[in-house]
Structure formats: C-alpha cells, structure tokens
T-cell receptor
Framework: DAGVIQSPRHEVTEMGQEVTLRCKPI?????LFWYRQTMMRGLELLIY????????DSGMPEDRFSAKMPNASFSTLKIQPSEPRDSAVYFC????????????FGQGTRLTVV | GQSLEQPSEVTAVEGAIVQINCTYQ??????LSWYQQHDGGAPTFLSY??LDGLEETGRFSSFLSRSDSYGYLLLQELQMKDSASYFC???????????????WGLGTSLAVNP
C-alpha cells in the first residue's frame, strides 16, 4: 500500500480564498483523522471519522472549516474563507480501530495564507 | 483541561542514552503512545503502552507508570539519524466524554551531536 496520500503538498493562497485539502487513507482503515500542526500549538486534532461518519469535530476551529468523507477512500478539509492564521501543516492520518492502534500519517499539506 | 508535558529540547551525543519524559493530566487513560517526526516529515509511530512497565523495541524502549501519570521514551546507542522531534500522546476521553481521542504533547526536539 502507498500509505496515506495527501494533496497538494504545498498550497499558497491569498486571504479570503477557499482552500481544499485532500486525503486518501490506507485501504481497509476505518478511522480517518485531520490534524493541524503549528510551532505554537503543536499537533491539534481537528476532526475524525469512523466508517465515513464524523465522530468528533470539537477541534474544528470555527465555521470556516468543514470536512467531508464521501466514501471510505477519500476525505476533504475545506477552509472558506482562508485567513493568515490558518497557515500551518495539515496532516491526515488513518488507522484500523482506535484501540492501541497505530495511526499512519500522510506527508502533510503545508498551507500558507498571505 | 487535558494536558501532556514533555521537555521542549534535549541534546545528546552519538552513542549516548537519552530519556524523554512525559507527564499527563487527562480525563481518561487508555494508553500512552510515542511518535517520531523528522523535520519536514510526518509523525511515525514508535511504541504504545497500555499497562505499567517497560516495552522494548530495538534501541528504543518506552515505560509507563499509570499511578504516577508518567511515562518515558528511552533511546539507546544514539545515532545522528535519531535527531528528530518526539511526541507523547495519550488515548483519553474527549472533553464531552463520549468518545476516545489522542491528546498530544508539544514534542521534544532531540539533537544528536557527533
């Protein structure tokens, strides 16, 4: 398996524009997580899905952020409108169950909002 | 609130042993994980402890004491390639108490010098 695949790897956009980040989890994994990483706040869980259903979105900063998982192999995180404070690295991760289990991370999308 | 504390930086020399501590204060506890992240890369899973004691995997070991809300990652025979950030993460209850989630520390930056 190719692992968790995220696109794009880098995104530079102007304030006010819509940004869509994409993620393909590992086949067979039933949990998908979206994280944001910054120097100041570290890794923050934004939202996670189980079997394509959002379970906990308490980490989504505000209404400008939305996430969908239309099927088991694809998820999007959308920011509309984007703001400079949204600049961060966004990671998608997937796992099989939430027991111990190891979460596998994608390579991340580095978002810069100018 | 829920929080994890770990040192922000540690420096060591090749061949040495280093211990990275993690103390946690969470509303539930199901296990302690450790992840490694190289600059520009994605977090990768190192270990998981659900029960008290030491788990050894090659040069890396992880320890947990649930009564002390404390764990550590022990890295032996340090190599230059071990220079990275190390995160502890606790599987805990969400703030709403209705599901489990990973709570992350801010990471420890390890520099291994020749």
């Amino acid at each position: 398996d190719a692992g968790v695949i995220q696109s794009p790897r880098h995104e530079v956009t102007e304030m006010g524009q819509e940004v869509t980040l994409r993620c393909k989890p590992i086949s067979g994994h039933d949990y998908l997580f979206w994280y944001r990483q910054t120097m100041m706040r570290g890794l923050e869980l934004l939202i996670y899905f189980n079997n394509n259903v959002p379970i906990d979105d308490s980490g989504m900063p505000e209404d400008r952020f939305s996430a969908k998982m239309p099927n088991a192999s694809f998820s999007t995180l959308k920011i509309q409108p984007s703001e400079p404070r949204d600049s961060a690295v966004y990671f998608c991760a997937s796992s099989q169950g939430t027991g111990n289990t190891e979460a596998f991370f994608g390579q991340g999308t580095r978002l810069t909002v100018v | 609130g829920q929080s994890l504390e770990q040192p922000s930086e540690v420096t060591a020399v090749e061949g040495a042993i280093v211990q990275i501590n993690c103390t946690y204060q969470t509303s539930g506890f199901y296990g302690l994980s450790w992840y490694q992240q190289h600059d520009g890369g994605a977090p990768t899973f190192l270990s998981y402890n659900a029960l008290d004691g030491l788990e050894e995997t090659g040069r890396f070991s992880s320890f947990l004491s649930r009564s002390d809300s404390y764990g550590y990652l022990l890295l032996q025979e340090l190599q230059m390639k071990d220079s990275a950030s190390y995160f502890c993460a606790v599987r805990s209850l969400s703030d709403a108490g209705n599901n489990r989630k990973l709570i992350w520390g801010l990471g420890t930056s390890l520099a291994v010098n020749p």
